[in-house]
């Protein structure tokens, strides 16, 4: 079964701090997502990776960093956490040549206090 | 710019009833896909459907229906006989071009199934 895993399903984080979010995808694809998801906004594209060290801003890339090492792994980097980037963040993939749905991540829901 | 919209926050029917989610999307290219997607309340969004601009063809799965209509940019999801498994979050979305790289949400539709 093919799958997104996101390392945290929960994490709470102190203004200021340096925060880190991992995604591993096994399915081989090139192009991963980093996505925030707030109540009345939906799923708002922070950053995408088309290739390994290859990155693009999405719509909302203020305050976020990513990246992409390896492959199969694509982290979202929270610089200095604040408090308006508690959220729910979500990690998807896609194979490039396809234009099949993608497969999302089950979250991590971050706080910051 | 690419824009989706559903009107609808939340929904709330008893079990069996029809209903139908709405969406209306906004996009320059002729080329683009519409998706919908559901999340349930562990949160991983389950890939629904997929629709390419060429293709206006109603389709069916199950209880589940979608009308697409490029003269009103609507595509709207219609759940037969719901249930309350149907409860979860709902999500249009939209990609643009063939390359489809950046996928648009719209802010979701909460459904509730009541029994």
């Known amino acids: 079964d093919v799958k997104v895993t996101q390392s945290s399903r929960y994490l709470v984080k102190r203004t200021g701090e340096k925060v880190f979010l991992e995604c591993v995808q096994d399915m081989d694809h090139e192009n991963m997502f980093w996505y925030r998801q707030d109540p009345g906004l939906g799923l708002r594209l922070i950053y995408f990776?088309?290739?390994?060290?290859?990155?693009e801003k999405g719509d909302i890339p203020e305050g976020y960093s990513v990246s992409r090492e390896k492959k199969e792994r694509f982290s979202l980097i929270l610089e200095s956490a604040s408090t308006n980037q508690t959220s729910m963040y979500l990690c998807?993939?896609?194979?490039?040549?396809?234009?099949?749905?993608?497969?999302f991540g089950s979250g991590t829901r971050l706080t910051v206090v | 710019a690419q824009k989706v919209t559903q009107a609808q926050t939340e929904i709330s029917v008893v079990e069996k009833e029809d209903v139908t989610l709405d969406c209306v999307y906004e996009t320059r290219d002729t080329t683009y896909y519409l998706f919908w997607y559901k999340q349930p309340p562990s949160g991983e969004l389950v890939f629904l459907i997929r629709r390419n601009s060429f293709d206006e063809q109603n389709e069916i799965s199950g209880r589940y229906s979608w009308n697409f209509q490029k003269s009103t940019s609507s595509f709207n999801f219609t759940i037969t006989a719901s249930q309350v498994v149907d409860s979860a979050v709902y999500f249009c979305?939209?990609?643009?071009?063939?390359?489809?790289?950046?996928?648009?949400f719209g802010a979701g539709t909460i459904l509730r199934v009541k029994s």
């Open positions: 998807a993939s896609r194979d490039r040549d396809s234009h099949y749905g993608y497969t």
């Open positions: 979305a939209l990609s643009e071009g063939w390359d489809g790289n950046k996928l648009v």
């Open positions: 990776s088309y290739d390994v060290k290859m990155k």
